[in-house]
């Protein structure tokens, strides 16, 4: 038996020896000479076999707790496994779909991020051109060092280019306006 039934055990005996004390005082305060001690023995016999009874219950769980072991045998393979062919199948499965994942996408990806970057490196050059082209102003580089400054980010390059950009936009604006003006005249 388990912890809890024994304590359920003792919480009945408890139980009984409170209502038999409470019984007894009763009987005692009505002086009924005779009936009192035959329910004082009978409640002395009750608790004699519930102690006997917990005593039993306690051996028996001492011998049920030094059989059991605690031993677990787990089983990869074989009948009494919980892997079967099809889950055998569909591990295989992703490992494989995963291993061609790993060989065959990450040039792809690698590819595509080359790709972004020397398609933002056209559109930058572009651009610059456009701008040093609007702008009325010589450009100061060969398309070789252009597409150099470009590659390597040059930190001068860069400032030049979002100037030019910055300007730009602000004279796009400022005609904007000015062509809005006119309609409101």
Same mark, same amino acid.
């Given at each position: 038996?388990? =912890?809890?039934?024994?304590?359920?055990?003792?919480?009945?005996?408890?139980?009984?020896?409170?209502?038999?004390?409470?019984?007894?005082?009763?009987?005692?305060?009505?002086?009924?000479?005779?009936?009192?001690?035959?329910?004082?023995? +009978?409640?002395?016999?009750?608790?004699? %076999?519930?102690?006997?009874?917990?005593?039993?219950?306690?051996? $028996?769980?001492?011998?049920?707790?030094?059989?059991?072991? @605690?031993?677990?045998?787990?089983?990869? !393979?074989? =009948?009494?496994?919980?892997?079967? $062919?099809?889950? #055998?199948?569909?591990?295989?499965?992703?490992? !494989?779909?995963?291993?061609?994942? !790993?060989?065959?996408?990450?040039?792809?990806?690698? +590819?595509?991020?080359?790709?972004?970057?020397?398609?933002?490196?056209?559109?930058?050059? %572009?651009?610059?051109?456009? #701008?040093?082209?609007? $702008?009325?102003?010589?450009? @100061?580089?060969?398309?070789?060092?252009?597409? =150099?400054?470009?590659?390597?980010?040059?930190?001068? !390059?860069?400032?030049?280019? @979002? =100037?030019?950009?910055?300007?730009?936009?602000?004279?796009?604006?400022?005609?904007?306006?000015?062509?809005?003006?006119?309609?409101?005249?």
């Amino acid at each position: 038996m388990d =912890k809890k039934d024994i304590d359920a055990i003792y919480n009945l005996m408890q139980n009984v020896s409170d209502k038999l004390g409470g019984l007894s005082s009763k009987i005692e305060s009505k002086n009924h000479g005779s009936e009192v001690q035959n329910i004082i023995k +009978k409640q002395d016999t009750m608790i004699a %076999y519930l102690v006997h009874l917990t005593n039993d219950m306690e051996k $028996s769980n001492m011998t049920k707790s030094e059989n059991t072991n @605690n031993y677990n045998e787990y089983v990869l !393979f074989g =009948k009494d496994s919980t892997m079967n $062919s099809r889950i #055998l199948f569909i591990l295989a499965s992703l490992i !494989f779909v995963a291993w061609l994942g !790993f060989k065959y996408l990450a040039p792809i990806v690698s +590819k595509q991020d080359k790709l972004e970057l020397e398609n933002t490196n056209y559109r930058m050059m %572009y651009e610059y051109l456009y #701008l040093k082209d609007t $702008s009325q102003e010589p450009t @100061n580089y060969t398309m070789q060092q252009l597409a =150099k400054h470009i590659q390597t980010r040059d930190a001068n !390059f860069i400032k030049e280019y @979002n =100037k030019m950009i910055s300007q730009h936009r602000l004279t796009k604006r400022r005609m904007e306006l000015e062509n809005e003006l006119e309609k409101l005249k």
